[in-house]
């Protein structure tokens, strides 16, 4: 690992509204005293009626989580009404379409009338305070005025990534017993349609099966594709909203009333919908989109992450708009209509703040320079990166192509569970070292344990936990506290225990590892070796499924699955039932769970108890394979050498 260090850049010192003696003093307070640091920051967002209690958590016994409790608020005043005194007429959100030549600009107060006239579609339609709505919608604006008027009225949102399945949007729909849904006919991305409507009555059929059934859906016309239509249950979006009053006063909410519920996935089972609420989370999300992003008055900010993602809840909507930033939502894809888009995005629109993933990097590193040294990109002045680790070769051509030494790069660690960023650098208060997320934000407390929970110190690397609790923190799972406690608290009791490896290097700096759970890390999207499993063995050639994770040059890691058929199966074509499976996970989960590899395994490593060792599966799948271990607490160990066998003639 490089260990190379950036000290701060001149400009970042100059323009910073945070510089180490500040950010020392700052963590200090956090740490030592959180009910007086957070006091006084809570008061960056406006109060209806103001807290007078800060904190009230525990990680032990039921563990419970509340902070502001007593304060009244509302998220959409905060990220609209109140700016529209002094900022009315700026530009709120930048829209560029998939298509190069489409644009739109929204400002503050159009977003607010925008964002008031669909919270009564929403009233008038029957949606109350606490009702869960899903969002399935394209990256158009109009994913960012369903937020915030579920938030306005105090309806529960629920995103589901729109490259998901009818299958999985009908399990998350079912989770939360969800009867409000807006979609549009078609989402376009690189020129290419995706049935988001079709997908979605297809998933309400799948609900209607388990007696949950959608009443209404709201349908955004963006494509104008042909869609089929269920009379008394779909609405056109524009004609309700042209009937809708624009006058809708927000909701007063508890602060720990819900927000949002985001489903992700874990190492075992279905999808979890971590619930996060309203007052610690906006509080957590707009100042670390201040001082992590050194957001200032007037920059034009693009966080590139997608509305069905956390970093799309936090920094691409409300963060940013907590702040009264100018935010650039874009609908398309990096490489479409060539590997230049990104850079010719910065330019048009004068882009300051550029946050993107890893992966999206490292393809575009692969296209060559040309594409970027085609644009100026003079108005960058700081990059960010999410969602894996960034390989140091990465983060150098990041740096030097596309900021031109001249932009700190901020390399951010959290989840979707965290609801903000956790461990990160400042930028004019941080030297940067390519490949680590370097130092804890204010308030949060990481520590490193060995697998049996003892603390270790000093330069180390082990399990990631943080010790106490911070505003934005996921509440509880949507419906299943008990789950909640199981997966986050229990490993190390009294901890909040992250899934992630880590290494603390002798400056301090925090180097994230990857997960050290069953779940993959694909593309920046998480994904559950479980799901992938669960979704192989639903076909009815499939016996048995391990599934692991392998690195993979562009997605950081890619899915091998390994497939035991049933018997009067293994006489098929393999090739074609190859094809045939990788169809099937896509229609069971959507294209971001397409296996990369598939190997019909005759049978699987397991322990006499009848575990299986991924840990070999993992060294298998890597090539790995002078390193497997004590294999001798096998079942079968002839299982392994025939894995082998078949691996390396398959070369
Ligand atoms: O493994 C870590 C990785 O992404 C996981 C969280 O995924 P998700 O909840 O989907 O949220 C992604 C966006 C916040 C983490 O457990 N991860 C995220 N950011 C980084 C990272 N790994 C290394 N470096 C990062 N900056």
Request: glycine share 10%.
């Amino acid at each position: 690992m490089s260990e190379k260090l950036y000290p701060v850049l001149p400009g970042a010192k100059a323009n910073t509204q945070m510089d180490e003696a500040t950010y020392q003093e700052w963590y200090q307070e956090s740490i030592t005293d959180p009910e007086a640091f957070w006091g006084k920051h809570g008061k960056r967002i406006d109060w209806f009626k103001p807290y007078t209690k800060v904190k009230n958590t525990s990680f032990e016994g039921d563990v419970s989580i509340k902070w502001f409790e007593d304060g009244v608020t509302n998220i959409a005043y905060n990220c609209i009404d109140r700016h529209l005194e002094t900022r009315g007429d700026q530009v709120a959100i930048i829209w560029e379409g998939d298509n190069p030549y489409i644009d739109k600009k929204i400002t503050y107060r159009e977003l607010h009338e925008n964002v008031c006239r669909l919270a009564n579609v929403l009233k008038e339609n029957g949606v109350q305070k606490g009702d869960r709505v899903t969002i399935y919608l394209p990256m158009i604006p109009e994913a960012a005025y369903a937020m915030l008027a579920c938030a306005r009225i105090g309806a529960v949102h629920s995103i589901v990534f729109a490259g998901f399945s009818p299958e999985a949007l009908a399990g998350r729909i079912i989770d939360c017993q969800s009867t409000f849904v807006i979609t549009s006919d078609e989402g376009l991305r690189g020129g290419k349609p995706i049935a988001l409507k079709e997908n979605t009555d297809k998933a309400i059929d799948i609900a209607a099966k388990q007696y949950v059934m959608v009443n209404k859906v709201l349908v955004v016309r963006r494509t104008g594709g042909k869609v089929s239509w269920g009379s008394g249950r779909d609405l056109w979006y524009h004609q309700e909203i042209a009937k809708a009053s624009p006058v809708c006063e927000p909701e007063p909410m508890n602060a720990e009333d819900p927000l949002f519920i985001l489903y992700t996935s874990g190492s075992t089972g279905k999808p979890k919908g971590v619930l996060h609420t309203t007052g610690g989370y906006l509080v957590y999300a707009s100042m670390t989109h201040q001082y992590v992003f050194d957001y200032q008055d007037g920059d034009v900010y693009w966080c590139t992450a997608d509305v069905g993602w956390v970093t799309g809840h936090s920094y691409l909507v409300y963060g940013p708009l907590a702040n009264g930033a100018t935010t650039l939502m874009f609908e398309g894809v990096p490489n479409f209509p060539d590997q230049g888009r990104f850079w010719e995005v910065v330019d048009k629109h004068h882009v300051n703040i550029f946050y993107t993933a890893p992966t999206a990097i490292r393809a575009l590193m692969g296209a060559g320079d040309e594409f970027v040294t085609h644009s100026s990109r003079s108005s960058l002045r700081l990059l960010g990166s999410v969602g894996e680790p960034i390989n140091p070769e990465a983060w150098e051509w990041y740096y030097n192509v596309v900021g031109d030494q001249r932009c700190p790069i901020v390399d951010t660690w959290w989840q979707t569970e965290t609801g903000g960023i956790l461990i990160t650098p400042l930028p004019g208060a941080t030297a940067l070292k390519p490949g680590s997320a370097t130092r804890p934000f204010f308030g949060i407390k990481p520590e490193i344990v060995d697998n049996e929970g003892g603390v270790l110190e000093g330069v180390t690397d082990g399990n990631l936990c943080i010790v106490d609790s911070w505003p934005s923190q996921a509440r509880t799972l949507y419906g299943d506290h008990a789950r909640f406690k199981e997966a986050y608290f229990t490993t190390y009791p009294g901890k909040y225990f992250s899934g992630d490896g880590v290494r603390r290097d002798e400056d301090d700096y925090y180097w994230i590892t990857g997960r050290v759970d069953d779940v993959l890390n694909i593309s920046g999207h998480r994904m559950g070796t479980a799901e992938i499993e669960s979704a192989l063995v639903s076909h009815h050639d499939v016996s048995e499924a391990a599934v692991v994770g392998y690195p993979h040059a562009i997605k950081g890691q890619g899915i091998y699955c390994y497939v035991t058929l049933m018997s009067d199966a293994e006489a098929k074509d393999q090739e074609e039932l190859r094809k045939e499976l990788i169809a099937h996970v896509r229609t069971e989960i959507g294209p971001i769970a397409t296996p990369d590899k598939i190997q019909f395994a005759p049978g699987l490593p397991k322990t006499r108890s009848g575990k299986i060792m991924r840990r070999i599966l993992r060294k298998i799948a890597e090539d790995d394979f002078g390193t497997l271990g004590d294999t001798s607490t096998l079942a079968d160990p002839a299982v392994v050498d025939d894995l082998i066998d078949q691996r390396q003639n398959k070369k």
